[in-house]
């Protein structure tokens, strides 16, 4: 069964930082791009970032670009996002996701399964 | 603000039908595939439909895609208390070069 299990979510003050990690298993890690999606407190899917199997394509949205790193580690079937400068808007909950297909050449992003159960980030002071 | 325009609710009676648009542009659905999640309350979302129109092994019938141009059109049938829930749609947009989800929507089994 595949299966992706986040943590590293937590309460942290603006400006501060916080690692999320994405433990991944049941699947060929190394064959798929990953993906970090979040929701705020009542709102809607707001996607993060992909990178595609060998990190050799990262994409960010551009709300978190310049603050947000996202990387894997293919030894370990693990996926991070590190983050930077956080604001009370990055509240949210973040998910792990793994994607397959599509039409992209550089990365897959056709759709997105499974999906984490999710890690919450606070940010307030 | 999402470039993937959905419905905020749409209700019907159980064992009704209920569709779901999705619409945007020609650089996300004109010419990317569609997919659509479903989010039970306070659980993850759960993948439905991929490649516009295609079911992931072993999930009901009942749900099922489409596309047309620039919309992506969500029709679940036999509607039951179980389906109420959040659905989302999703493509890649090439000229934003990033992963763009709708704005969602209820539905509500009344």
């Known amino acids: 069964e595949e299966q992706l299990v986040e943590s590293g979510g937590g309460l942290v003050r603006p400006g501060g930082s916080l690692r999320l990690s994405c433990a991944a298993s049941?699947?060929?890690?190394?064959?798929?791009?990953m993906n970090w999606v979040r929701q705020a407190p009542g709102k809607g899917l707001e996607w993060v970032s992909s990178?595609?199997?060998?990190?050799?394509?990262?994409y960010y949205a551009d709300s978190v670009k310049g603050r947000f790193s996202m990387s894997r580690d293919n030894t370990k079937n693990s996926l991070y996002l590190q983050m930077n400068s956080l604001r009370a808007e990055d509240t949210a909950v973040y998910y792990c996701?793994?994607?397959?297909?599509?039409?992209?050449?550089?990365?897959?992003?056709?759709?997105?399964?499974?999906w984490g159960q999710g890690t919450l980030v606070t940010v307030s002071s | 603000q999402s470039v993937l325009t959905q419905p905020p609710s749409v209700s019907a009676a159980p064992g009704q039908k209920v569709t779901i648009s999705c619409s945007g542009s020609?650089?996300?659905?004109?010419?990317?595939?569609v997919s659509w999640y479903q989010q039970l309350p306070g659980t993850a979302p759960k993948l439905l439909i991929y490649?516009?129109?295609r079911r992931p092994s072993g999930m009901t019938d009942r749900f099922s895609g489409s596309k047309s141009g620039t919309s992506a059109t969500l029709g679940i049938t036999g509607l039951q208390t179980g389906d109420e829930a959040d659905y989302y749609c999703g493509t890649w947009d090439s000229s934003l070069s990033a992963y763009v989800f709708g704005t969602g929507t209820k539905v509500t089994v009344l």
């Open positions: 990178i595609s199997g060998s990190s050799d394509y990262i």
């Open positions: 996701a793994k994607s397959t297909g599509g039409l992209v050449p550089t990365i897959q992003v056709g759709w997105f399964d499974p």
């Open positions: 049941g699947f060929t890690f190394n064959r798929h791009s």
């Open positions: 020609s650089s996300n659905i004109g010419n990317n595939y």
């Open positions: 490649d516009n129109d």
